[in-house]
């Protein structure tokens, strides 16, 4: 766990005291889950320590409990090491104790939701941050944090979701999208993309999706990228065959399920991906604006030698303008998300008819240097 230190905006603790090993906060939940009263019958709980000589940690409770409270009745609860079985060897942790903020509601992820807003930290774009453009050359990306609640503490929701099978994820981002993962099928894939994967079930900054206008698919930029026209691939084969798949509503749906049920290959449905402004220094000079740049995956296959293929379904393939910039967008952010070198990705779109191939790695850098858009004041009309 994360030693505790100052959230830069929120003045808040942004990270967990070290006393808080995975051994104590697990004697914490018991102790807790015992407290909670009967009347609550949908019981989340949300477990700190806290210092109460240090401000800071208080500071970082009191934000908790602020912020939940706006939406959840709220108990709180307090439990001291002893009282949690925790042998306390050092008098100065006298004052060290587990609070516990409890809300009765069937709407965990809401709760997660409210918790990842405010943890999330905002730092300022330094100007000795890797720039875009180098990711572009090959090289492993580095640099790049993702976020994890755990570092502040321990959410442990109403309802726990199986993690065996296919997992599904509702994920309100303007509008719904439904994430959908393959968990027997990731033990032969890169650690780095297996994390992630796995990691945007709790982890995934909702808030971020809510707040961006600023989305792949809306982006009508031609980067002219060099892409290879087939109509023999397995991908369009497949397409075919989902025509007569009607286990869910949206046709989408429908499709994405099928490749996860039928193609040894695809792991993923609509990842969700992002990038902020503030995790590189020229990300404001290339896309003109401060908003995140956000995105979601159609579908994620994994082939042989382990290449990720980063594909998006089109109805009518062969006539998209633009849809091979929203692709190359996704598999970017995906290798910044990861760490995962541009050069191991292959992009492509496709319908039952047409499929277009490329390989990111390939883009011009210079072209994607001068890849422009309007001013911030006028961002949202320049994506119709």
């Known amino acids: 766990m994360k030693l505790i230190k100052q959230n830069h905006e929120s003045n808040i603790a942004s990270g967990v005291n070290s006393l808080c090993e995975q051994a104590c906060l697990d004697e914490a939940e018991k102790q807790f889950r015992k407290l909670v009263p009967d009347e609550i019958k ?4 949300f477990i700190v320590p806290v210092d109460q000589r240090n401000p800071i940690c208080s500071a970082k409770y009191n934000s908790i409990v602020n912020a939940l409270s706006r939406s959840f009745p709220i108990v709180q609860l307090t439990a001291t090491l002893s009282e949690c079985g925790i042998p306390d060897r050092q008098s100065s942790n006298s004052m060290f104790v587990y609070k516990c903020v409890v809300t009765d509601s069937g709407a965990q992820e809401k709760i997660r939701d409210i918790l990842k807003a405010l943890f999330w930290t905002k730092k300022e774009t330094s100007q000795e941050k890797e720039k875009i453009v180098s990711i572009l050359s090959g090289e492993r990306v580095a640099g790049v944090q993702n976020f994890n609640l755990e570092d502040y503490g321990r959410f442990i929701p109403a309802v726990f979701h199986p993690i065996s099978g296919i997992r599904t994820i509702s994920l309100k981002h303007q509008w719904f999208y439904r994430y959908r993962l393959h968990s027997n099928k990731l033990s032969s894939i890169p650690n780095n993309l297996r994390v992630y994967l796995e990691n945007l079930f709790e982890n995934c900054p909702n808030h971020i999706f809510k707040l961006s206008n600023f989305c792949c698919s809306r982006c009508k930029v031609n980067l002219n990228i060099k892409k290879e026209h087939t109509t023999k691939h397995e991908i369009i084969e497949l397409a075919k065959q ?4 009607t286990d869910l509503q949206s046709p989408h749906e429908n499709l994405q399920k099928f490749f996860l049920d039928h193609d040894h290959y695809s792991i993923a449905a609509e990842i969700p991906l992002w990038i902020e402004p503030n995790e590189f220094s020229d990300y404001e000079d290339i896309f003109s604006t401060t908003e995140a740049l956000t995105g979601h995956i159609d579908l994620l296959r994994v082939v042989k030698n382990s290449k990720i293929e980063v594909w998006d379904y089109k109805p009518r ?4 303008k633009y849809a091979e910039t929203q692709v190359f967008l996704y598999a970017l952010m ?19 008819i047409d499929a277009f191939i490329f390989k990111p790695s390939t883009i011009d850098r210079e072209k994607f240097k001068n ?14």
Do not use: M
């Open 42 to 45: 949908k019981p989340n709980l």
């Open 242 to 245: 989902s025509r007569g798949y």
């Open 317 to 320: 393939a062969f006539n998209e």
């Open 334 to 352: 995906l290798s910044i998300r990861t760490g995962i070198p541009l050069s191991l990705f292959q992009c492509g779109y496709f319908d039952e």
């Open 371 to 384: 890849f422009r858009f309007q001013s911030k004041r006028n961002l949202r009309s320049s994506f119709s």
